[in-house]
């Protein structure tokens, strides 16, 4: 088909377009392959046109195959269907109903896995390109940096350069999404409830929280008591690089990552309809206000609470290596021409210290040494991460510089464990944020910056999750 015609199948007046040198793929990009309303009326009217003999009159007893002698009838249905006309009521009709008995039909979960399990199948069927998508599977070559843990496919590596090595599939065989997506959703309930969130709980919860404004404090206890108190019901399945549930309620989610080495749930409240765009309320839910760390079991596991107390700390920043040790800059790097930028050097690693007792302040300590990742990407080429001396148990903590969607005034490097690329409407786990004045450099001395803490996690011991049994009625033979 060519371009022409294809802008005619979409029923567009082609003899009053002004077409002159448009090549035939241009117009058929013009055309598009959506089906407009024109066509589809069409094609209905041509169906039932065509079909019209096929149709069945009303009242008539024959069926297609009587009327249609083309389509001959099996011989051997197991089923006979009587057309014949009834009369009198249903119950007069029944027979046998003395010998049927009703029983509960439970809908939940049948299928019972181990947590350990779900986490190893879910880290073998992650999306390991951003092109393999929900469900897909790239049979490229992959390929895992060294440095940073991103994964991509031989096509579309190479912008960031990372550093990469080749992913040995044979000994890390990987798992189709559709087979952990099915053995998932036989595993996750469909309806989960939450018990013991209650007004003393969160009224005890706040006595930890010195800073906290009383208008901010009833908006946030409204919304959290009217998520807690709906039934979560599942949505939707995410494959991304991290596996995740969702469930929703009118007035709130949860959702399930299965993060290989920190699996939780996490709990998120709405704001209500009639509150301003802009209100400080609406910025604040964006985060979870709750969350469960899994233990030995899918359900089961400690809660915390993300209290709106906004604190501040202070902590060192200091550049560690020589002179010649130091690197160019982005802006060097990116060829910026301004007497500012283009001899810009910075450190390639970074000591970060904090007080020994504003240590408990922060969800995860962040002291020790950042090694920067300039060829890993993330914004501006500046991320850097821990030279972890800790357990292996814990995920890698990453410094980087995290944009703000539209105030550039609150652009600030942040910590966290995760370093993708968000989607519209998702929320990076962020630890806290330096002040959006410091940036990288190539100073010498020691920096004191201010540090924004703008949650604070307590522990509730009180908090359950259950699963709500879906049952229905189901009438069997005695």
């Known amino acids: 088909m060519v371009g022409l015609e294809a802008l005619s199948m979409q029923g567009l007046p082609v003899d009053k377009l002004l077409l002159t040198r448009e090549t035939e793929d241009q117009l058929a990009d013009l055309a598009g392959n959506a089906m407009s309303t024109t066509v589809v009326g069409a094609c209905i009217l041509a169906a039932l046109v065509t079909g019209k003999k096929l149709l069945k009159h009303g009242g008539d007893a024959q069926t297609y195959e009587d009327k249609n002698r083309s389509l001959p009838r099996a011989e051997s249905d197991a089923m006979a269907v009587d057309n014949t006309p009834k009369t009198g009521p249903t119950e007069a009709r029944v027979v046998g109903e003395e010998h049927l008995q009703l029983k509960p039909l439970d809908l939940t979960t049948a299928h019972a896995c181990s947590l350990k399990e779900l986490l190893h199948d879910a880290d073998m069927s992650k999306r390991l390109c951003s092109c393999e998508g929900r469900m897909d599977m790239t049979l490229r070559p992959l390929s895992a940096c060294q440095d940073c843990g991103s994964t991509f496919c031989q096509k579309c590596g190479g912008r960031p350069e990372h550093n990469p090595k080749l992913i040995n599939i044979a000994q890390n065989p990987r798992l189709h999404p559709s087979q952990f997506s099915k053995k998932l959703k036989e595993t996750l309930p469909m309806c989960i409830s939450l018990s013991g969130i209650e007004n003393e709980l969160l009224h005890s919860l706040r006595k930890e929280a010195t800073n906290l404004a009383d208008s901010l404090w009833s908006k ?251 049952v229905c009625s189901l009438t069997m033979p005695c």
Request: hydrophobic share 40%; with cysteine; glycine share 4%.
């Open 220 to 470: 946030w206890q409204e919304a959290v008591l009217a998520a807690a108190s709906s039934e979560f019901r599942y949505v939707e399945l995410k494959r991304q690089e991290i596996w995740s549930v969702i469930y929703q309620s009118p007035v709130g989610a949860l959702e399930l990552s299965l993060h290989p080495k920190r699996p939780e749930w996490r709990l998120f409240a709405r704001p209500k309809a009639t509150e301003p765009a802009n209100a400080e309320i609406r910025e604040v839910l964006q985060s979870p206000v709750g969350r469960l760390t899994c233990g030995d079991e899918l359900l089961v596991g400690q809660w915390q609470f993300a209290l709106p107390s906004p604190a501040t700390i202070k902590v060192k920043i200091e550049g560690l290596g020589d002179l010649d040790d130091l690197i160019p800059s982005w802006e060097a790097r990116l060829g910026l021409v301004g007497e500012a930028f283009k001899t810009r050097m910075v450190y390639p690693k970074l000591k970060v210290s904090v007080e020994y007792t504003d240590i408990p302040k922060l969800d995860r300590d962040i002291s020790g040494v950042y090694e920067l990742l300039h060829k890993c990407g993330t914004a501006n080429g500046a991320l850097h991460k821990k030279i972890d001396t800790d357990s292996n148990d814990a995920p890698p903590l990453f410094m980087l510089f995290d944009p703000h969607r539209t105030n550039d005034s609150e652009d600030c490097f942040v910590f966290s464990i995760s370093t993708r690329r968000l989607e519209y409407q998702e929320c990076r786990p962020i630890v806290c944020r330096l002040d959006p004045t410091w940036r990288q450099s190539s100073k010498d001395t020691e920096e004191i910056v201010q540090c924004h803490l703008p949650l604070k996690w307590i522990t509730a011991a009180s908090v359950l999750m259950k699963v709500k049994r879906s």
